[in-house]
């Protein structure tokens, strides 16, 4: 049977699963929390509801819709998509072949704010492990981050480099770190170098010499994951054709991280669209 992974059980993730499920089609929802409308309070605007709705009703609405109709909503973290002999999409617990992938993750994105890092994008700091691994191969790298997410790049690392650190910026790990990754819990002051970045100075004043840096602080971010597939992205928006479709095969994206208006209309209106054509993708596979 084919088999649609949606990444995010915000208002486009579920949206899209309403529309992939009645289609016969096996649907997982993958969802950390509640996304966006957790932080918000009523909701006025939006269509059918003459009361203000209450934001984490209309979430657990969604998701008891969902579920009725045959979705099996997941609550896990995502840390990297990729392909094996399917689409292929791992979590901190689990992992799960798709035929098509959705990726529905918000706007969400956790960059630390520590001196030289803007500076040095693209020149020894990374965002995405395996997009980068290649160009660090037998070097010193550190990851910045102190979860699933950080170890996950870590163990990306791990086999081309010559060492990987991992960076907790003051925190404390939330478990323990991959086997081979060395650890720093110091708090960072600055990324320094010339045109290239050269090392981490942290604030005890020790320092640590590096070629490369991957941020990987909280949850994966919507561009994190694209990137990891190939996908193309501008600043933290996913870059989506009509179709909702990132150009790599069975790969679609919807709601807020395709940027635009970041509204529900919009992200269940995202969802309608990516899921349907989820549907078309599979059914012209078979
Ligand atoms: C304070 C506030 C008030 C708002 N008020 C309004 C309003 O009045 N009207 C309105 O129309 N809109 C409002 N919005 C905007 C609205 O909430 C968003 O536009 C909408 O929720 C976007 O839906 P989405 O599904 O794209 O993303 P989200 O709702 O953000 O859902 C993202 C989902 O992705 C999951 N996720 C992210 N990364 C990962 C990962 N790595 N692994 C697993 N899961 C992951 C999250 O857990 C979540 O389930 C408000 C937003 C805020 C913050």
């Known amino acids: ?45 939006y269509y059918g509801f003459p009361e203000a709705v209450d934001a984490k009703t209309l979430i657990s609405n969604g998701i008891e819709q969902a579920q009725k109709l045959g979705v099996k909503i997941v609550s896990d973290e995502v840390v990297g998509i990729g392909f094996k002999e399917k689409l292929n999409v791992i979590t901190k617990e689990s992992e799960y072949d798709a035929d098509c992938i959705i990726i529905a ?16 994008e693209g020149k020894g ?53 991959p086997m081979g990754a060395k650890t720093i819990k110091t708090e960072i ?9 050269k090392k981490v100075v942290f604030k005890d004043g020790s320092e640590l010499e590096v070629a ?9 971010s919507s561009s994190d994951l694209a990137k990891k597939i190939g996908a193309q992205t501008e600043g933290a928006r996913i870059v989506v054709d009509e179709n909702m479709s990132t150009g790599v095969p ?21 969802g309608a669209k990516a899921g349907t054509q989820a549907v078309k993708y599979i059914r012209k596979q078979n």
């Open 125 to 177: 700091v990374s965002y995405c492990a395996v997009c980068d691994a290649f160009f660090y191969r037998g070097k010193d790298v550190a990851v910045i981050g102190d979860g699933e997410y950080a170890f996950h790049e870590a163990k990306e690392l791990l086999p081309t480099s010559k060492s990987v650190t991992i960076l907790s910026n003051g925190k404390d790990f939330s478990s323990e770190p």
């Open 189 to 197: 002051a600055a990324l320094e170098g010339d045109t290239v970045l």
């Open 212 to 220: 490369g840096v991957f941020v990987a602080v909280g949850v994966a």
């Open 1 to 45: 049977m084919s088999r649609v992974v949606v990444i995010g059980k915000g208002p486009a993730g579920i949206s899209a699963a309403l529309y992939t499920v009645r289609a016969g089609i096996e649907t997982i929802v993958i969802g950390k929390d509640g996304g966006a409308l957790e932080k918000a309070d009523k909701i006025e605007n």
């Open 250 to 270: 069975g790969v679609f994206a919807a709601g807020d991280c395709t940027g635009g208006l970041l509204q529900i209309a919009k992200a269940v209106s995202d």
């Open 105 to 120: 993750t918000g706007s969400s994105r956790s960059s630390p704010k520590i001196k030289g890092l803007a500076e040095f």
